[in-house]
């Protein structure tokens, strides 16, 4: 240090610091990366935001400043599975004919691709353990890809046939992926989607379902 030069103060808590490995376009991706990594290997609850950062070569502040706190990093993991955004277009196109066929392919194929199964089992393992976990995937699932499809459709109960149709989904997911249960485990995924395909439609689509019975349609959550 030069003489008389004033020492340099500590840095301030929560701001990162400005370096080649912390800016740049590509700091939040590797975040991302490093999250779905460390969320898969190591499950929600031994997962940190510390953790994070290290495996990403961040300062912590920095998963802090693109993500905020541990669940909305888990959120944010959860996304770039499903890319709800860039999918559900494509789900809606064409009408309402075939939507529920739609929606299940899209889902098992999201499932059947080894790149977004092993961060996706650990947010299903997760879920099933972890009520913060549990709450994030509920979320995501009912208002982020669900609930949007069912608004665009324009149907009465949106938000009860979002909700009938992640339960039947998400139970697939559980039974084929999670616990392995045969026949399921080992079905062929064309089967599957045959199969799904006309109930998801009915959730989704059909006037007489409804919580109040057929035919009703006194609940709008358009």
Do not use: C
């Amino acid at each position: 240090m030069t003489p008389g030069a004033e020492a340099p103060g500590p840095r301030r808590r929560g701001r990162p610091s400005r370096t080649a490995a912390t800016t740049g376009p590509d700091a939040r991706t590797r975040i991302l990366a490093a999250a779905r990594t460390e969320f898969a290997e190591r499950g929600y609850d031994k997962t940190s935001i510390r953790g994070i950062a290290k495996a990403a070569e961040v300062d912590a502040a920095l998963v802090h400043h693109y993500f905020g706190t541990k669940d909305e990093v888990f959120a944010a993991a959860i996304e770039v599975s499903f890319e709800p955004a860039l999918e559900i277009p494509a789900i809606l196109a064409g009408g309402t004919q075939d939507v529920g066929e739609r929606l299940a392919r899209y889902f098992i194929a999201v499932w059947e691709n080894p790149a977004s199964r092993a961060p996706l089992l650990a947010v299903m393992r997760s879920a099933l353990t972890h009520e913060a976990a549990a709450k994030v995937l509920r979320g995501f699932v009912l208002r982020r890809l669900l609930g949007r499809i069912a608004e665009q459709l324009d149907v009465p109960d949106a938000t009860f046939r979002a909700e009938l149709a992640a339960s039947h989904m998400v139970g697939i997911a559980v039974l084929r992926y999670v616990l392995r249960a045969e026949p399921l485990a080992s079905a062929d995924p064309e089967k599957i989607i045959a199969m799904v395909a006309p109930t998801l439609q009915r959730y989704l689509t059909d006037p007489s379902t409804g919580p109040d019975g057929p035919g009703t349609s006194s609940l709008s959550d358009k």
